[in-house]
């Protein structure tokens, strides 16, 4: 890959490349960068490169000077061109990797009000922000996007598993990291780091990074799949007794097969332990052990060996206490308890702050959805926790069916990457 940068100010951009892990990289040919400076295409005596903005407003570079320094490192065919700008899009490590793929990566500096508008729309693939605030010039940006890519350069940084487990690599925040002396201060490095256990280690350092992006970066939180730091596993339970009716009544409500499979489906898809199925009706419970017993030792299985194990993952109970006594039984302790809804529930709390706690208290969960028109209130109120509803913002309407509902939540509290 070929970096080549544009700007007013090359020496900055030249020490820059010249320093630390970049200079080591340029020095033993890893990195091809290589910096043009925009006078050395200006005209007239004065070499003009700026010039002031039409209307109001301060300095800014012309475009023809640009235009002249692209061409000349655009002769082996087009760049990808990208423009430092705070009107850009932000930059993030995604986008870092896409430019890193990129064959010859032209950065173009601006300085005082910007570059001529005529130039990014005839020139620029890409603006991009390093965020929300303005720098007198582009050439911080452009060492920032020139560190961030040639960081994904093999052999640039020597060790390539810093660079796999650094932040947002692998979608979240890098574990805290220690070094000599073991004891500072009175404050001793974690006991788990120095006694040589490789697979302690790894474990203890990946649920320190899930935990820390579910703390500080929110955002990004629904990377931080957490299924493999419950010791217990998790649980789906889908209710058809005792719940709610049209007009508010306890009621009962049918299983459906399309509920059957795609909600063993996401079960198997995010590792959860079991699906439970609740129907106080015999018949509905024949009904769904038929369905179940042709993907798993029927026909089906042979047919979709998949789907065998995601009907593996079901288990069907007479009641919603029968199903929670199993639970206890089987992981030794209670559950905790989660109640969904779509409507508005005083007390209800949101998703991240309930999958935080689920990881510090490191007890199995129960994800309890309703049919018909939600969970009665005899569910509700044997809850640990009420769940806000999953919403699409717009204007309320939130009717998802059960399915729907059940691959949102696993997709945030489970999914990975
Ligand atoms: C003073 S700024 C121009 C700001 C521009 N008039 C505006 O308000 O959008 C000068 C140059 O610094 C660079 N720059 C400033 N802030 C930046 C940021 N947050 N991200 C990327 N580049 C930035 C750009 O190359 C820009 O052309």
């Known amino acids: 890959m070929k970096i080549s940068i544009v700007t007013a100010f ?37 070499r003009q490169i700026d010039d002031y903005c039409y ?64 130039f990014t729309q005839k020139y ?71 006694n040589g256990d490789a697979k302690a280690i790894d474990r203890w350092r990946r649920r320190r990074s899930v935990e820390r992006t579910l703390d500080r970066r929110p955002d990004i939180a629904a990377r931080a799949g957490i299924i493999p730091w419950l010791s217990g596993g998790a649980y789906v339970m889908e209710v058809h007794y005792p719940v709610l009716d049209k007009r508010g009544e306890k009621s009962s409500t049918a299983i459906t097969g399309m509920d059957l499979h795609d909600i063993a489906r996401a079960c198997r898809t995010y590792g959860i332990k079991k699906y439970l199925l609740v129907t106080p009706l015999a018949q509905q419970r024949e009904m769904a052990k038929r369905i179940a017993g042709h993907w798993t030792s029927g026909w089906g299985s042979e047919y979709n060996p998949d789907r065998k194990e995601a009907f593996s993952t079901l288990k069907i109970f007479a009641s919603v206490q029968k199903a929670l006594a199993w639970v206890l039984e089987k992981e030794k302790r209670e559950p ?45 109120d044997i809850s640990d926790a009420v769940m806000t509803p999953i919403t699409g913002g717009c204007d309320g309407w939130n009717h998802l069916s059960v399915r729907s509902a059940v691959s949102i939540t696993l997709d945030r509290f489970f999914g990975w990457r």
């Open 10 to 46: 090359p020496e900055l951009m030249r020490s820059y490349l010249a320093a630390s892990v970049l200079g080591r990289a340029v020095a033993a040919g890893k990195l091809d960068a290589g910096v043009i400076d925009i006078r050395d295409f200006a005209e007239g005596d004065y």
């Open 124 to 194: 620029v693939d890409m603006e991009i922000s390093l965020g929300d605030f303005v720098l007198t010039g582009g050439e911080m940006p452009a060492m920032a996007i020139v560190d961030a890519v040639s960081r994904l350069i093999p052999g640039v940084v020597g060790n390539n598993s810093s660079v796999t487990e650094d932040s947002f690599y692998s979608g979240m925040l890098d574990t805290p990291h220690y070094t000599r002396p073991a004891e500072w201060r009175g404050e001793r490095v974690p006991e788990v780091l120095t």
């Open 55 to 118: 209307g109001s407003g301060g300095m800014m570079l012309m475009a023809e000077p640009l235009a002249k320094a692209l061409a000349s490192v655009s002769e082996g065919g087009k760049p990808y061109v990208v423009y430092p700008s705070p009107q850009g899009t932000h930059l993030y490590q995604e986008l870092v990797e896409d430019l890193s793929r990129k064959e010859h990566l032209v950065i173009i500096c601006g300085h005082y009000e910007g570059v001529d508008e005529r």
């Open 336 to 380: 905790f308890k989660i109640a969904t809804t779509a409507k508005r529930h005083a007390g209800a709390r949101h998703w991240l702050s309930l999958k935080r706690e689920i990881l510090k208290k490191d007890h199995s969960p129960v994800f309890m959805f309703g049919t018909g028109w939600g969970l009665h209130d005899e569910v509700m």
